[in-house]
């Protein structure tokens, strides 16, 4: 019998996944032959200097962008195989994001924002999902601003938004890209103790690329990424030992 990646606990899986751009005469390997494995409730910190592949490597576990070579599972499912519009149906139902550009619907108050995602699937959030809707509202300072539009916030209330709308559907996947970068430290630290307990208790697994040690320091597992391969994997480790490794890492580059 062969064994399925969800046999696993694995949530998302990458085999051997390249990609590269350019011309033939001059290429650039942004990811190469990066595998992985993503566990259920799994919150992990995606780091390494600027340049070294994380957001390739988040937008092709996301099925965004094509992959030159290799396979990207979410469960059962490699998408690399998939249709675009089977594609976006999988996106929409078990993948939430939070990118550094926000993506709010401008026309939309905040409200109407958070709740997009039902609304792209034809439905009504349940009472249950109203009532977790109404929790990360007030965890992440909503509450007041529901009936505003996006331009009527500060850089990092439209990015709590943003995390408000990622974290509604309860995605089984959910990919942040520096989603504390536009916070004060207070809210900052709100917003990751919220992503760890959407991991640790709703099981869900958040993928968050960072440059920020802190921020690091309060996932289970640290992925360190060096011209486009991984090159430590470590467990849930200290701001100060994150910092060491990257500077190490910055050093020998
Ligand atoms: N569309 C593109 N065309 C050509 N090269 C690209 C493209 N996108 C990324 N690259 C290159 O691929 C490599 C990896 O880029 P990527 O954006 O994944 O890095 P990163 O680790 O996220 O960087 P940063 O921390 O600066 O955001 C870099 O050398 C980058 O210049």
């Known amino acids: 019998m062969q064994i399925q990646p969800s046999d696993l606990g694995l949530i998302a899986r990458a085999v051997g996944l390249t990609k590269r751009y350019g011309t033939a005469a001059n290429p650039v390997t942004a990811l190469d032959d990066v ?14 200097p600027s340049g070294s592949g994380k957001s390739t490597l988040m937008h092709l576990l996301a099925g ?11 469960g059962d499912t490699d998408i690399t195989r998939l249709s675009d519009s089977a594609l976006t149906v999988l996106r929409r139902r078990r993948i939430g994001f939070v990118f550094q550009s926000f993506n709010l619907v401008p026309t939309l108050d905040i409200a109407g924002n958070i709740r997009l995602p039902f609304e792209l699937d034809g439905r009504k959030p349940s009472g249950i999902e109203r009532a977790w809707i109404d929790e990360l509202v007030d965890t992440l300072g909503l509450r007041e601003r529901l009936g505003h539009r996006p331009h009527e916030l500060s850089g990092g209330q439209q990015q709590r938004v943003a995390i408000a709308r990622a974290l509604a559907t309860k995605p089984d996947l959910v990919f942040a890209d ?72 910055e050093a020998a580059a």
């Open 35 to 48: 595998s992985l494995g993503l566990r259920r409730g799994e919150f992990t910190a995606i780091m390494g």
């Open 64 to 74: 965004l962008d094509q992959a030159t070579a290799g396979e990207v599972w979410l």
């Open 178 to 249: 520096e989603p504390t970068g536009n916070l004060d430290s207070r809210t900052g630290r709100e917003v990751l103790a919220l992503l760890a307990s959407a991991a640790s208790l709703h099981g869900q697994s958040i993928a968050m690329v960072t440059h920020d040690p802190i921020a690091a320091s309060h996932a289970d597992r640290i992925l360190y990424l060096s011209d486009g391969r991984i090159v430590r994997d470590a467990p849930r480790s200290a701001p100060e030992e994150i910092s060491a490794y990257m500077l190490a890492m």
